[in-house]
């Protein structure tokens, strides 16, 4: 089992920027891969950023490239999603999660992470 808690949402203006943490309890954090998901209003659940167990690569949805950052620090089972130059639409809870990385799995596809938390909210006002 792996917990995971999110923390770092809040309200912020357009342009801003925020830095999500998601810290994680359990099983070794090295065994996982981490995404960050987010869901909108009356949106479906859309991936947003995932990391190798090393933090030596990631990926990210084309709406985010350039603006937000993923990385991890495997002393701390902390991952982090560093927000920037926030817009309107980014307004979402964001989940954080994780994937196994033992066991073949297709990125961004959230039925691969066993591994959920509760999620943060995120507000960005125009």
């Known amino acids: 089992q792996v917990q995971l808690v999110e923390s770092g949402g809040g309200l912020v203006q357009a342009g801003g920027s925020l830095r999500l943490s998601c810290a994680a309890s359990?099983?070794?954090?090295?065994?996982?891969?981490m995404g960050w998901f987010r869901q909108g209003p009356g949106k479906e659940r859309e991936f947003v950023a995932d990391i190798n167990w090393s933090g030596g690569r990631t990926y990210y949805v084309d709406s985010v490239k350039g603006r937000f950052t993923i990385s991890r620090d495997n002393a701390k089972n902390t991952v982090y999603l560093q927000m920037n130059s926030l817009k309107p639409e980014d307004t979402a809870v964001y989940y954080c999660a994780a994937r196994d990385s033992m066991i073949p799995a297709t990125i961004g596809n959230a039925l691969s992470y066993g591994y959920w938390g509760q999620g943060t909210q995120v507000t960005v006002s125009s």
């Open positions: 359990g099983r070794t954090f090295t065994r996982y891969a």
